[in-house]
């Protein structure tokens, strides 16, 4: 098994960070913010209130698996499962720079944009009237939205956590932490853009422009690292 360094911390929340599917869901999210505030700084509220709900779920779901792992005694077995799905998921990743959306690729859970849109929906009808009920909603979603995108941002995640779970688990939180936060760092971008009066269809425009691009770097990296993580231990 390879040791976990911080550049490969640091490299694989880079790459999990940019991913199309977490921009699609703010983006789309903040459109829905800014007619349902009116004023940007309770905007940018509601949105801080989303991210700090996702860094937290995603990170309470990672010590869950990492201290799973570690402590039941198959720490082996689930680096060798964490590798493999990242070569298979890096593989899925670069055919959508090629052909996006074409035959399977790594998306939110069946259902998932349904149920976002939903508990939006609540938010739109709770708007001004209930600001402080509105906040919970924005947690809510920032809550559920981690689970419905698992399948499309799991991957370079999951792959980290197969590799702490072969080391020491004190060391291993704090890497979570780093980790968690390296992940966050590019929504606060989104929400700083929006704040200052770019247009949400503009952003959804250019990620749409390069969601492919974002494909390929993520399915780059998946590969190597699972590749790495496989020819380590054969």
């Known amino acids: 098994m390879i ?10 929340a880079l790459a999990d960070s940019i991913n199309p599917c977490v921009f699609g869901v703010l983006i789309f999210l903040l459109a829905y913010m800014t007619a349902v505030f009116k004023n ?51 593989l899925f990743e670069i055919k959508d720079y090629f052909w996006y959306g074409k035959g399977f690729s790594l998306q939110i859970i069946p259902g998932g944009v349904e149920r976002v849109k939903k508990y939006i929906k609540i938010l739109k009808k709770m708007g001004a009237k209930h600001t402080s009920l509105s906040l919970l909603i924005s947690f809510l979603i920032g809550v559920l939205v981690v689970f419905v995108e698992l399948p499309c941002t799991g991957a370079p995640y999951f792959a980290i956590l197969g590799l702490l779970s072969s080391g020491d688990y004190s060391s291993g939180i704090p890497l979570l932490l780093l980790y968690n936060l390296i992940f966050i760092l590019p929504l606060f971008v989104i929400i700083g853009f929006v704040y200052i009066g770019k247009k949400s269809r503009v952003m959804e425009k250019w990620r749409k422009k390069y969601r492919g691009l974002m494909r390929l770097l993520i399915g780059l990296f998946l590969l190597a690292l699972g590749a790495y993580m496989l020819w380590a231990v054969v």
């Open 40 to 90: 940007k700084n309770k905007m940018l509220i509601a949105a801080l209130i989303y991210v700090s709900a996702v860094y937290i779920t995603y990170l309470l779901l990672g010590i869950g698996v990492f201290t799973l792992a570690y402590t039941a005694g198959f720490a082996k077995p689930f680096y060798w499962f964490a590798a493999i799905v990242a070569v298979i998921a890096g």
């Open 3 to 12: 040791e976990l360094t911080l550049g490969i911390v640091i490299a694989a």
